[in-house]
C-alpha cells in the first residue's frame, strides 16, 4: 500500500503563534523540528501498519522546512515549490491513503492559526457553494486522484469542522484551541506518539479491508470556487485574469475543469498577491 502525508505546521502540538511558522528565528527552529517529528511518527506507523512506500510532503509556506534527516530513511521527501498538486505533490505516484498532518482550521475560524492557504489574500474560500479550507481543497484533489483521507492531525476546531467531510477518518487532536493564538497542547511527545499509533491502525485496517466500505467521493466536474479576498485591491489585481468574473468588491468567482484547476489558480493567485505586500 502507497501512503501520502502532507505536513503543515500550525496544528503540530506546542505551536501557537505565527512567529513559530516564520523562517528566521528560534521558536521556528523549534517549531520545524517538532513538525518534522510528528510527520516522521506518521510515516513510522504507516510502515509499521504495512505501508509499502510512503511519500512525506511538505506543505507548509515554501515546501522547505522539514528536517530529511530525521526522517525515516525508507520515505522519499516531496520539498520545494512551485509544483503543480502544491500540498498534494505526490498523489501522482498512485497513494492509495493520504494522511493530513499537523493541518488547521480554515479562515474565519476560533481555530489556532486558522487560514485558509493564504492569510494575507483569502477570507474565505468555496467549492461548489460549500465553504472549504485547506483539507477540504486538498482532500476533494485527493479523491479526484483516487486516494482516500484516511487520517488527521490538529486542533479541535480544525477536527470538528472537517469530519464530517471524511466520515470515518481517524483524527487525533494534538491540541484544544481558546483563540486564534491560544490553546491548551498535548506534549510533543505524547502527540507524536498518538499520531504513530493512529497511522499503525488506519494502515492495517485498511489492508485488511476495515474500510473498504468508505469510498472516495470525487467532486462533481466542472468545479465553481468562489473566492471572498482580504481587500478590494487584491480583487482588483486577481481580476485581471480574464476568466475570473468580479461578483462584489471583495468576491470573485471562476469555474475549473476540475478539482486540480481549482487549486493551480488558487495558487496562482495566492503568488499574485506579493506584488500588494
Given at each position: 500500500m502507497k501512503v501520502l502525508i502532507s505536513a503543515d505546521i500550525e496544528g503540530v502540538a506546542g505551536v501557537f503563534h505565527p512567529e513559530q511558522t516564520r523562517a528566521g528565528n528560534g521558536e521556528y527552529e523549534a517549531a520545524r523540528r517538532w513538525m518534522t517529528l510528528e510527520a516522521n511518527a506518521a510515516i513510522e506507523g504507516?510502515?509499521?501498519?504495512?505501508?509499502?512506500?510512503?511519500w512525506i510532503n511538505d506543505s507548509h509556506g515554501g515546501f522547505r522546512n522539514l528536517l530529511p534527516d530525521l526522517l525515516d530513511p525508507r520515505a522519499l521527501v516531496v520539498l520545494g515549490k512551485p509544483r503543480t498538486?502544491?500540498?498534494?505533490?505526490?498523489?501522482?505516484?498512485?497513494?492509495?491513503?493520504?494522511?493530513?498532518?499537523?493541518?488547521?482550521?480554515?479562515?474565519?475560524?476560533?481555530?489556532?492559526?486558522?487560514?485558509t492557504i493564504n492569510s494575507f489574500a483569502f477570507a474565505r474560500v468555496s467549492l461548489n457553494g460549500v465553504e472549504v479550507g485547506e483539507a477540504g481543497i486538498y482532500g476533494a484533489l485527493a479523491e479526484e486522484y483516487g486516494a482516500q483521507v484516511a487520517l488527521l492531525s490538529g486542533d479541535d476546531v480544525f477536527a470538528e469542522e472537517t469530519a464530517p467531510r471524511f466520515p470515518g477518518a481517524r483524527f487525533v487532536v494534538?491540541?484544544?484551541?481558546?483563540?486564534?493564538?491560544?490553546?491548551?497542547?498535548?506534549?510533543?511527545a505524547n502527540a507524536r506518539e498518538a499520531i504513530e499509533t493512529a497511522a499503525r491502525e488506519v494502515v492495517r485496517q485498511h489492508l485488511?479491508?476495515?474500510?473498504?466500505?468508505?469510498?472516495?467521493?470525487?467532486?462533481?466536474?466542472?468545479?465553481?470556487?468562489?473566492?471572498?479576498?482580504?481587500?478590494?485591491?487584491?480583487?482588483?489585481?486577481?481580476?485581471?485574469?480574464?476568466?475570473?468574473?468580479?461578483?462584489?468588491?471583495?468576491?470573485?468567482?471562476?469555474?475549473?475543469?476540475?478539482?486540480?484547476?481549482?487549486?493551480?489558480?488558487?495558487?496562482?493567485?495566492?503568488?499574485?498577491?506579493?506584488?500588494?505586500?
Open positions: 504507516a510502515f509499521a501498519g504495512g505501508a509499502t512506500q510512503v498538486l502544491g500540498m498534494m505533490a505526490g498523489l501522482e505516484y498512485g497513494a492509495a491513503l493520504v494522511f493530513m498532518i499537523g493541518y488547521h482550521a480554515m479562515s474565519q475560524t476560533r481555530g489556532i492559526l486558522a487560514h494534538t491540541k484544544r484551541a481558546t483563540g486564534q493564538a491560544s490553546g491548551v497542547t498535548q506534549s510533543p485488511g479491508g476495515g474500510r473498504a466500505e468508505q469510498a472516495t467521493r470525487a467532486v462533481a466536474q466542472p468545479v465553481a470556487c468562489e473566492l471572498r479576498v482580504q481587500t478590494s485591491a487584491l480583487a482588483d489585481l486577481f481580476c485581471q485574469w480574464p476568466t475570473l468574473m468580479r461578483v462584489d468588491a471583495v468576491t470573485l468567482r471562476f469555474d475549473a475543469a476540475s478539482v486540480e484547476h481549482m487549486v493551480r489558480m488558487l495558487n496562482c493567485l495566492s503568488a499574485m498577491s506579493f506584488m500588494l505586500r
